[in-house]
T-cell receptor, first 112, second 117 residues
Framework: RKEVEQDPGPFNVPEGATVAFNCTYS??????FFWYRQDCRKEPKLLMS???SGNEDGRFTAQLNRASQYISLLIRDSKLSDSATYLC?????????????FGAGTRLAVHP | DAGVTQSPTHLIKTRGQQVTLRCSPK?????VSWYQQALGQGPQFIFQ???????QRGNFPDRFSGHQFPNYSSELNVNALLLGDSALYLC????????????????FGDGTRLSIL
């Protein structure tokens, strides 16, 4: 089992739609997680951090379910500019020195 | 405030050659991590440098080596290049400090796109 797994997509949604991505992780001791956004052929950029049950930032909501070991990212009112690959990330080892374990990413395409 | 800078942006090499990639961390950061991202995959951790020493290493062969300088900048060296080494190489910086916990996000540079012919 991979340490961090994501549905690769692509998710094709119209503008204004609400879309959710899930990510599962294998290390039950993991405490914090990140969502990064990566545009085509660009570097990953931090979107959100998830330290407890969840986090909300504008149209973006991240939730953590420790019992089921998954993290979700919800995007409301999708914009064309949201089209990107979303990477789920867990630090490893938990509480350790910033070694990040990335999922393969979920592709989102928002169309007019 | 300069972010993470990497050079070169693109590089073409042939099998068997050696390559050196460079990274300058974001101002105020002292820890540099290197990642390899193959097409269609998430970044894979290569190693991390702190206080001029390799602190952690991922599942990469010894052909991959690195160095960190007193000014916190870093180099990634890859020897005996293989076709499979073609990828985007990302450098990420963070503040390590004496006690580091895995809660800190990392800031990535634009990457070096390495193509092996």
């Amino acid at each position: 089992r991979k340490e961090v797994e994501q549905d690769p997509g692509p998710f094709n949604v119209p503008e204004g739609a609400t879309v959710a991505f899930n990510c599962t992780y294998s290390n039950s001791a993991s405490q914090s997680f990140f969502w990064y956004r990566q545009d085509c052929r660009k570097e990953p950029k931090l979107l959100m951090s998830v330290y407890s049950s969840g986090n909300e930032d504008g149209r973006f909501t991240a939730q953590l379910n420790r019992a089921s070991q998954y993290i979700s990212l919800l995007i409301r009112d999708s914009k064309l500019s949201d089209s990107a690959t979303y990477l789920c990330v867990a630090p490893n080892p938990p509480g350790g020195y910033n070694k990040l374990i990335f999922g393969a990413g979920t592709r989102l395409a928002v169309h007019p | 405030d300069a972010g993470v800078t990497q050079s070169p942006t693109h590089l073409i090499k042939t099998r068997g050659q050696q390559v050196t990639l460079r990274c300058s961390p974001k101002s105020g950061h002292d820890t540099v991590s290197w990642y390899q991202q193959a097409l269609g995959q998430g970044p894979q951790f290569i190693f991390q440098y702190y206080e001029e020493e390799e602190r952690q290493r991922g599942n990469f062969p010894d052909r991959f080596s690195g160095h960190q300088f007193p000014n916190y900048s870093s180099e990634l060296n890859v020897n005996a290049l293989l076709l499979g080494d073609s990828a985007l190489y990302l450098c990420a910086s963070s503040f390590g400090g004496a006690i580091v916990r895995g809660n800190q996000p990392q800031h990535f540079g634009d990457g070096t796109r390495l193509s092996i012919l």
